[in-house]
Nanobody
Framework: QVQLVESGGGLVQAGGSLRLSCAAS????????MGWYRQAPGKQRELVAR???????YYAESVKGRFTISRDNGQNTVYLQMNSLKPEDTAVYYC?????????????WGQGTQVTVSS
């Protein structure tokens, strides 16, 4: 049983900042990667940022230089620091964890948190 709990979404003016948090709990033995996806109404879900077991990170081109993904020492909590927010960042943000079980990786998802950026 694995559970991801998100927090930190809200309303902010363009140019402002928010920090999203995602806490993982349950039977977690090996995390391949954790990351953040977002989906706006009428649009496809897109990967925003991801941090791998090695510590390497990936960022979508649209958020490079503005967003930073990080994790705590126990690797059970992941954060997304969002700076210089733009109206086009408005979306529901979902935490994701890919957990290795034997030879397969399984995806788990948070409940989603709304981020709204006003112009």
């Amino acid at each position: 049983q694995v559970q991801l709990v998100e927090s930190g979404g809200g309303l902010v003016q363009a140019g402002g900042s928010l920090r999203l948090s995602c806490a993982a709990s349950g039977s977690i033995f090996s995390i391949n990667a954790m990351g953040w996806y977002r989906q706006a109404p009428g649009k496809q879900r897109e990967l925003v940022a991801r941090i791998f077991r090695s510590g390497n990170t990936y960022y979508a081109e649209s958020v490079k230089g503005r967003f930073t993904i990080s994790r705590d020492n126990g690797q059970n909590t992941v954060y997304l620091q969002m700076n210089s927010l733009k109206p086009e960042d408005t979306a529901v943000y979902y935490c994701n964890a890919n957990i290795q079980v034997a030879i397969s990786g399984y995806d788990y998802w948070g409940q989603g948190t709304q981020v709204t950026v006003s112009s």
